[in-house]
């Protein structure tokens, strides 16, 4: 009796070490460089080991949620920059975000030559967590051969951190990051010009300064450039919410248009746009207008169509002004998932010398232009 007691806890502790034996292998053999792999190859138990180090707030795109104690100062530092600053602060730079392509898209290749970018970020005031959260996301999820450079453009900002500081700092990042500063507050479209200007790049990529690119978010978009040197990539863009930094999938079945007072807005893509791409929503929508903030553009095309009116002072005013100016395909990369926040802004970012935004336009729109 007292030998098959024994024997069993031989065999057990046996079994135990072959388990641990196959689980090291498999993590460290063929399964080491590919995540792919190794999520169908080991059971989700073992996966959960694997990513601990997705394990930190925000992580996966997670939502931070602020203990009670800190809610009172939290709602001071959210008034700064009309998001929540304490969660943006909390989450790790270069935090993890889900891949929510479709599955088409995943395995989906492209040729090795495409067009490199160069990515023109335009900043205010802009908090230094969302700032270098957009920088590392682009630099992490780019492929480094067709990253050019970061080429960022203060639009006179006055905080204190955004000027040394941020030079020592991405002086040590592995892609060249530049910043331009604009002399005094010049809006958006002068500062973006400023930026497209110094791009070196084949392409031009314009982002917003509170982004974070996700995985595979970069090839689609210069594809499309290099199957046609005149389309106009827009990423899909997700949301990442002003109050918890969680990030959320946009939708691939919404294009840009615009209402009768000439404002942008998302609409459903039509049927006729389903039927021309035989049900498969991985390939690019056209779209009659595209949302002016998160575009991709051969910098050579983006000269001949005479850029950005310098004029534009209007927030907004630039999503139909591209549009219009761009008669061939303007497309949305349907591959590419992006993820732009915080979104819903409360209090809508203004510029000096605002005017009525419906009369510039029409005024704009009778010369023909
Ligand atoms: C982010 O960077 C830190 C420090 O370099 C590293 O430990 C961590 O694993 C990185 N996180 C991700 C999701 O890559
Ligand atoms: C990107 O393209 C430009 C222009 O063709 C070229 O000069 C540059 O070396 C390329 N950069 C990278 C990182 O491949």
Same mark, same amino acid.
Not at 62 to 85: T, Y
Not at 97 to 102: F, I, S
């Given at each position: 009796m007292r030998r098959f007691v024994y024997c069993k806890v031989v065999l057990t502790t046996s079994l135990v070490w072959v388990l641990v034996d196959v689980f090291l292998l498999l993590y460290f053999s063929e399964c080491n460089k590919c995540d792919e792999r190794k999520d169908r190859s080991l059971l989700p138990a073992l996966r959960a080991v694997i990513s601990r180090s997705h394990e930190g707030p925000?992580?996966?795109?997670?939502?931070?949620?602020?203990?009670?104690?800190?809610?009172?100062?939290?709602?001071?530092?959210?008034?700064?920059?009309?998001?929540?600053?304490?969660?943006?602060?909390?989450?790790?730079?270069?935090?993890?975000?889900?891949?929510?392509?479709?599955?088409?898209?995943?395995?989906?290749?492209?040729?090795d030559d495409l067009p490199n970018t160069s990515i023109v970020i335009v900043f205010h005031n802009e908090a230094w967590s969302t700032l270098l959260r957009t920088v590392h996301s682009v630099i992490n999820r780019s492929p480094r051969h067709?990253?050019?450079?970061?080429?960022?453009?203060?639009?006179?900002?006055?905080?204190?951190?955004?000027?040394?500081?941020?030079?020592?700092?991405?002086?040590? =990042? %592995?892609?060249?990051? &530049? #910043?331009?500063?604009?002399?005094?507050r010049s809006g958006l479209i002068r500062a973006r010009l400023r930026g497209a200007a110094a791009t070196k790049g084949q392409v031009i990529t314009f982002l917003d300064a509170h982004c974070e690119c996700t995985v595979g978010w970069l090839e689609p978009l210069l594809a499309r450039i290099k199957e046609d040197r005149t389309s106009v990539v827009c990423p899909i863009i997700d949301v990442i919410s002003d109050e918890t930094f969680e990030y959320m999938a946009g939708s691939d079945m919404t294009y840009g248009g615009f209402n009768w007072k000439l404002n942008f807005r998302w609409y459903p893509v039509p049927q006729r746009e389903m039927d021309r791409r035989k049900g498969d929503r991985t390939l690019p929508v056209r779209t009659p207008t595209m949302a002016g903030?998160?575009?991709?553009?051969?910098?050579?095309?983006?000269?001949?169509?005479?850029?950005?009116?310098?004029?534009?002072?209007?927030?907004?005013?630039?999503? =139909? %002004?591209?549009?219009? &100016? #761009?008669?061939?395909?303007?497309?949305?990369?349907?591959?590419?998932?992006?993820?732009?926040?915080?979104?819903?802004?409360?209090?809508?970012?203004t510029f000096p010398r605002n005017g009525p935004v419906s009369q510039e336009h029409s005024a704009w729109l009778k010369s023909g232009g």
């Open positions: 925000g992580e996966m795109g997670k939502a931070v949620n602020v203990p009670k104690d800190d809610q009172e100062k939290m709602k001071e530092l959210f008034k700064i920059n009309q998001f929540n600053l304490m969660a943006s602060d909390i989450i790790a730079l270069n935090r993890s975000l889900p891949d929510v392509r479709l599955d088409g898209c995943k395995t989906k290749l492209y040729p067709l990253l050019m450079e970061v080429v960022l453009v203060d639009d006179a900002s006055e905080r204190d951190f955004l000027q040394k500081k941020l030079e020592n700092y991405v002086r040590t =990042l %592995e892609v060249p990051v &530049r #910043i331009l500063r604009m002399e005094q903030g998160l575009f991709s553009i051969d910098k050579t095309y983006f000269e001949e169509i005479g850029s950005y009116d310098p004029g534009m002072d209007i927030w907004g005013g630039e999503n =139909l %002004e591209m549009s219009f &100016r #761009i008669c061939s395909a303007r497309l949305i990369g349907n591959c590419n998932m992006f993820a732009r926040g915080p979104r819903f802004r409360k209090a809508t970012p």
